[in-house]
């Protein structure tokens, strides 16, 4: 089992940036595939970004691509999210999640382990 706390976020007007990050504790957090979501009020959660046990594969939502990037330190177990040119739609609360393979997914449904969410708010 893996025990995942995020931070960094807050409010930003839009074309900010901000850096999401996630603290993993527990088992090896090199065992596991990890990954971004997000949840604005009235939707349901939606992929941002994935990353594979070692960093060598991502993937990103359309929406986000060319203005985030995933990235993790296993040294230091944690997983990055830099999000830059922020935009209004981009307001949500953000969770990191860890899928017990190397193998990034994603779809929510494959990842076992979530942490508690930070609010991302973009001010247009």
């Known amino acids: 089992q893996v025990q995942l706390v995020e931070s960094g976020g807050g409010l930003v007007q839009a074309g900010g940036s901000l850096r999401l990050s996630c603290a993993a504790a527990g088992r090896t957090f090199s065992s596991y595939a990890m990954g971004w979501f997000r949840q604005a009020p009235g939707k349901e959660r939606e992929s941002v970004a994935a990353?594979?046990?070692?960093?060598?594969?991502?993937y990103y939502a359309d929406s986000v691509k060319g203005r985030f990037t995933i990235s993790r330190d296993n040294a230091k177990n944690t997983l990055y999210l830099q999000m830059n040119s922020l935009k209004p739609e981009d307001t949500a609360v953000y969770y990191c999640a860890a899928r017990p393979s190397t193998v990034a997914m994603i779809s929510p449904r494959d990842y076992a382990y979530w942490g508690q969410g930070t609010q991302v708010t973009v001010s247009s």
């Open positions: 990353i594979n046990w070692i960093g060598s594969s991502t």
